[in-house]
């Protein structure tokens, strides 16, 4: 069974850093493309990027090139989205998903980390 | 970049049929992906390729792609169909993957 699995909310004041993770099982991770998905409070999906885990070929959004970093560690089968700097307008749901191999559709998703950014 | 328009609201009564549409430049010439969005949980793929349903989703679930708009259509409407709906494309671009801006379906 193809599961990806996230890292648990987190509650962060604004200038600090965060790194949230997404472990992928049940497949191939080295083999699929990882997207990362914004969800704003009320809103609607926002793509950030993607990793390719098996080269860590990574792509952008223009929208979030150098506001976010992702990166896999593919001996772990795990990606990543990390901050540097947070900011209040951070506060979100973050969503991996996995694009699948033939129409780059997000046939599985994670369950969400949601990121509080509050001083 | 490619923009993805969706109508932010649609209403069906029970057993009725809803039809969501995404509109796009030509998306006929594009695969289409809709997800379903229930509150506080994580979206679901519910049509791929225009038309194509995964494992586990209802037939009355269907899809459509021509010309300048992609339609979802949800035979049978339940209660529990209640949901926001995504469309999505892979766009040959500097911003490729784009999602429509959703729409929110009421079973009345």
């Known amino acids: 069974e193809v599961q990806l699995v996230q890292s648990g909310a987190e509650v962060k004041k604004p200038g600090e850093s965060l790194k949230i993770s997404c472990k992928g099982s049940?497949?191939?991770?080295?083999?699929?493309?990882i997207g990362w998905v914004r969800q704003m409070p009320g809103k609607g999906l926002e793509w950030m990027g993607i990793?390719?885990?098996?080269?860590?070929?990574?792509r952008y959004s223009p929208s979030f090139q150098g506001q976010v970093t992702i990166s896999a560690d593919k001996s772990i089968s795990t990606a990543y989205l990390q901050w540097s700097s947070l900011k209040a307008s951070d506060t979100a749901m973050y969503y991996c998903?996995?694009?699948?191999?033939?129409?780059?559709?997000?046939?599985?998703w994670g369950q969400g980390t949601l990121v509080t950014v509050s001083s | 970049s490619y923009v993805l328009t969706q109508p932010p609201s649609v209403s069906v009564a029970p057993g009725k049929t809803a039809r969501i549409t995404c509109g796009g430049n030509?998306?006929?010439?594009?695969?289409v992906h809709w997800y379903q969005q229930k509150p506080g949980q994580a979206p679901v793929l519910v049509i791929y390729?225009?038309?194509d349903r995964p494992s586990g989703i209802p037939e009355r679930f269907s899809g459509s792609n021509s010309g300048n708009t992609a339609t979802l259509t949800i035979s049978r409407v339940e209660a529990g169909d209640e949901a926001d709906y995504y469309c999505?494309?892979?766009?040959?671009?500097?911003?490729?993957?784009?999602f429509g801006g959703g729409t929110k379906l009421t079973v009345l």
């Open positions: 999505q494309v892979w766009d040959s671009s500097s911003d490729p993957l784009v």
């Open positions: 990793i390719y885990p098996g080269d860590s070929d990574t």
């Open positions: 049940g497949y191939s991770f080295t083999s699929y493309w």
């Open positions: 390729y225009d038309s």
């Open positions: 030509n998306i006929g010439s594009k695969s």
């Open positions: 998903a996995r694009l699948g191999e033939s129409y780059n559709e997000l046939d599985y």
